[in-house]
């Protein structure tokens, strides 16, 4: 796979390519970092986040769980060793003031925090990563961009 620049877009058509820019992301990533992931439904940002945490579970030796979006329930965690990985979806949340509630950014320091819909989040966190999931042309393809780390 090709080292991703600020402005490159990197393919993820496939599910493999997904799981192999998972990997990349994963030797890049730390805790206290923050990922938003943008996108469209159904354009990879679940899946992406899927193998990301089955690839840390992996490498430390732990059983491989099941990763399914938080919807429902806005959080889902899963403890790594001494990591802990929140994943939210804010898809349904109506306003800002919602956000508030959810302590998104509160001791973050052994956490990595996964946020899918991060649209209505008005202040940026610190060693903050941005995916941007993108549909191409009439959806047959998919691809992401990178804001905030270089791989």
């Keep these: 796979m090709p080292i991703a620049t600020?402005?490159?877009?990197?393919?993820l058509s496939s599910e493999k390519k997904t799981e192999e820019f998972a990997y990349k992301i994963l030797k890049k990533i730390k805790p206290g970092n923050t990922v938003f992931l943008y996108g469209e439904i159904?354009?990879?940002?679940?899946t992406f986040i899927r193998y990301l945490i089955n690839e840390f579970q992996k490498v430390n030796k732990l059983e491989i769980t099941e990763v399914t979006s938080p919807t429902f329930n806005l959080l889902n965690e899963y403890q790594i060793n001494g990591i802990k990985i929140n994943h939210y979806d804010l898809f349904r949340l109506k306003s800002a003031g919602e956000i508030k509630n959810l302590d998104l950014f509160e001791d973050n320091k052994n956490t990595i925090t996964l946020i899918e819909w991060p649209q209505m989040i008005k202040e940026k966190p610190e060693n903050l990563i941005e995916l941007v999931f993108e549909y191409g042309i009439n959806h047959q393809t998919r691809s992401v961009k990178?804001?905030?780390?270089?791989l």
């Design 42 to 46: 159904g354009v990879g940002k679940t």
């Design 146 to 150: 990178i804001k905030g780390l270089e």
């Design 6 to 11: 600020k402005s490159d877009k990197i393919d």
